[in-house]
């Protein structure tokens, strides 16, 4: 008998049978068959975070692209594209300074305090090798930057690069945003 992978499929067999043993074979096979399930789910949820880490991102590039200092500028500098960089990772400074500052001394980090650190900790790290925006050298992303509708699908017309802190710019492979972490 075939061994069915989706958990739908295996519960409309399991329908008919009042119950089922533990240690039966169609147990064993609803078991696994929920074990995928899960492991599927979370692959999708982590997709999607990572999508909208990224849709986070290239949102703040747009508000600072629209900024009505940056209203007239066509293209930006690499050293522009670095301070929005910078400005990015620090955005949630603040907060950790006041979690910081709201414990009481010896006691441990909150979890929210940990998580934000964290997530600093790495965009720093990635930043340091080359940080995945979109290419604000070129006039034309901008443009197509600013009339960004904001969702994952639109971002398909928006070139990216790798701009590293220390080092300069590189173009980053279309694949490339498959395999961001977060």
Known sequence: M??????????????????????????????????RERKVTKQKMDRNSVRDVQVLRFRFLKVRTNRPENKGKTIFTEDEVKTMIQDFISRDDAEIAQLQASRRPGRPSSSRQDSLQTRRDFEMDEFKTGFYVPNLLDQEIVKALREWNEEWNGMGSLKFVRIASEGGLQQAKPADGDKMEQ
């Open 2 to 35: 075939p061994i069915a992978k989706s958990l739908k499929k295996v519960e409309q067999k399991l329908k008919n049978g009042a119950g089922v043993h533990p240690k039966a074979r169609k147990f064993q096979q609803l078991n696994r068959a929920t074990l």
